[in-house]
């Protein structure tokens, strides 16, 4: 199998996991909803029937795609462009200078404090 194919078994696998958990979710809804109720009703046995035939057809598509599961995604790892270094860079250095310069204006009210 090629890695492109094994991508697309693991979107497959996922999309019929999903469907069969929420095939089973809704049978075990209408399976309450049947015990619940005091007599049977014709309309909930064909939908109970057809929920599980679903839920059988998403589990079987499940187990064909299964080798899916085996694809390790990787992170596409970018490097910086030259001037995305350099921008960094002198955000940084613009950073400190403006550090400093809060550090000195701090200073400056303190000694006139001091002086008053």
Do not use: C
């Given at each position: ?13 996922q ?5 069969a958990?929420a095939g089973l ?16 009703s ?6 109970i029937?057809?929920?599980?035939i679903?839920?059988l ?6 187990y064909?795609y299964?080798s ?37 204006a ?11």
């Amino acid at each position: 199998m090629h890695k492109n194919d094994l991508s697309e078994y693991k979107r497959r696998y996922q999309a019929f996991r999903h469907h069969a958990w929420a095939g089973l979710g809704f049978l075990s809804v209408f399976l309450a909803i049947r015990l619940i109720l005091p007599e049977p009703s014709e309309i909930l046995t064909p939908i109970i029937v057809i929920l599980s035939i679903y839920v059988l057809i998403a589990l079987i598509f499940t187990y064909k795609y299964r080798s899916g599961l085996t694809t390790e995604e990787k992170p596409v790892i970018v490097q910086p462009s030259v001037e995305a270094e350099k921008a960094k860079i002198d955000a940084k250095v613009e950073k400190e200078h403006l550090k400093v310069k809060k550090k000195k204006a701090k200073s400056i009210v303190k000694k006139s404090k001091k002086k008053k």
